[in-house]
């Protein structure tokens, strides 16, 4: 049986597209018609970690075939 992480807000992904630059990463106009060179809500990555998730599940290094088997 496999059991993954079921989230709705990121489908199991771990992350979601910034809601500040929604992915743009550089030049990004704020509402305030303030332009900043990096986004300062993702710094330039363009994706941030799921809220939701992130504690249950390492997002970094998803790498699964790393560490201990814990099937039973």
Request: hydrophobic share 30%; aromatic share 10%; charged share 25%.
């Amino acid at each position: 049986v496999d059991a993954g992480i079921t989230c709705v807000p990121c489908n199991g992904k771990g992350w979601l597209l910034c809601d500040f630059c929604k992915g743009q990463k550089t030049n990004v106009k704020a509402e305030n018609n303030r332009i900043y060179r990096r986004c300062p809500s993702c710094r330039a990555i363009g994706y941030n970690l799921c809220s939701k998730c992130k504690v249950f599940k390492c997002v970094t290094f998803p790498n699964y075939s790393d560490g201990e088997d814990l099937t039973l």
